[in-house]
């Protein structure tokens, strides 16, 4: 267990996802949050009164001196401008995906970052987790070879039938690639490296939704973004990946990505969670084989991304959900919308690293450095 001095954190956006980053500091003893703010009073009150923290203004957080790290866990329309108030206010910062509207927002907080000396970390972590982490070893270790193609679905219903007030999912920053694909597409840079080019097929399929869960049943909202989304993305290693994102699906029963390679083909878990079963099978007679997983990071581990935030700050070393690979997804979301309104191939500008992997067997709220 780490006896480092924990970072102290002070939460923007006390919503749905908040209380997963608020059990977060019972696994990592790195994170201490100390106060919230949110432009709903109330509910930035209640939740420094569930968690026994204290409840300010957004300015009056941004302003203490006693905060190290902003977690900024706004709808995506405020994702950009919260995280540069942060940055301008000396402040490292760790957000909920996406990571920016679209490239020039995102550029610009890259920019500020850089100018200002200061970290900027951005979801989805689940890419620590003991099922992509298992995936990344096997593939490095060259269990299936290089690896040709895959499939990535995501289909789902939409968001309507669940969340208190889902009128972001519809809006620009919503939609099953910007709310979505982020997970497929950190999961697959991780595994195989950055995305070279993009081509897409979208549709808008209800030009409105009704929402069925509470407070706001019956409420109708706007659908601005395309809903169901079918892309082809070709990876700078030579792999094509099929990738299916939609919000117009009431089931299916696909796998959420399989990867196959020269000698052998992989089935990697949902990577909008952290375990799952990784499996492989080494040629068209052969069953799929699950195997052990490399970390115990399986559950339900939300924050662990900030978790890493903090350790690279005090260790020095690059966090592991960086800011040039959120720009690299952002990017390549922003290009499968692109790539079906003009009917083209889009060239993916940009490129990133892949962030390395977590020591084997990293546990308990050390990540092994
Ligand atoms: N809900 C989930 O299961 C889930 C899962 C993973 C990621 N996320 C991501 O987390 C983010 C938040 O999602 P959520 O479900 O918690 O949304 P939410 O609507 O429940 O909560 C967002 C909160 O942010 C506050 N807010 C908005 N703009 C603000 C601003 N400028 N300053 C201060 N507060 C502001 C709102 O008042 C609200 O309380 C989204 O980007 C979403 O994609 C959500």
């Given amino acids: 267990m780490s006896t480092l001095k924990p970072k102290r954190l002070g939460v923007i956006g006390c919503g749905n996802i908040s209380t997963a980053y608020f059990k977060a500091t019972q696994t990592f003893p790195i994170l201490n949050i100390v106060a919230c703010a949110d432009l709903n009073k109330e509910a930035a009150k209640k939740a420094a009164e569930t968690w026994n923290i204290e409840a300010v203004s957004v300015d009056d957080l941004l302003a203490r001196d006693d905060i190290d790290i902003i977690l900024n866990l706004t709808i995506p329309q405020a994702h950009a401008s919260v995280t540069m108030q942060a940055l301008k206010a000396g402040k490292h910062v760790h957000l909920e995906k996406p990571f920016a509207l679209d490239r ?27 099922g992509i ?13 290089k690896v040709v193609a895959g499939t990535a679905f995501m289909m789902c219903p939409g968001h309507e039938s669940w969340h208190p007030n889902p009128g972001f999912y519809y809006a620009k920053g919503g939609g099953p690639v910007f709310d979505m694909a982020t997970y497929y597409l950190t999961a697959l840079i991780t595994l195989i490296g950055p995305v070279k080019a993009v081509s897409s097929v979208a549709a808008t399929t209800y030009a409105t939704r009704t929402i069925t869960s509470e407070p706001r049943k019956g409420e109708i909202i706007p659908v601005e973004v395309p809903t169901h989304v079918s892309s082809t993305l070709v990876f700078h290693s030579g792999a094509i ?10 089931r299916h029963s696909n796998h959420p990505i ?16 952290f375990g799952g079963e990784v499996k492989l099978s080494m040629n068209r007679r052969d069953d799929w084989h699950a195997q052990d997983l490399v970390n115990s990071y399986t559950d339900n581990m939300r924050g662990i991304g900030a978790a890493d935030l903090a350790f690279a700050i005090i260790n020095d070393r690059p966090q592991r959900c960086h800011s040039d690979m959120a720009f690299h997804v952002l990017d390549v979301m922003q290009a499968m919308h692109e790539a079906s309104d003009t009917g083209t191939q889009v060239m993916i500008g940009s490129s990133c690293e892949r962030p390395a992997p977590l020591p084997m067997g990293a546990a308990g709220g050390d990540l092994g450095d």
């Fill in 104 to 130: 020039d927002e995102g550029k610009a907080v890259v920019d500020l970052a850089k100018s200002t000396g200061l970290r900027v970390s951005c979801a989805p972590d689940t890419f620590l987790g003991g």
């Fill in 133 to 145: 982490q298992t995936c990344r070893k096997l593939l490095d270790d060259g269990a299936i070879g």
């Fill in 241 to 250: 990946i099929t990738m299916v994102m939609s919000f117009d699906v009431h």
């Fill in 258 to 273: 399989e990867l196959h390679g020269e000698n052998g083909s992989m089935q990697v878990p949902d990577p909008n969670t």
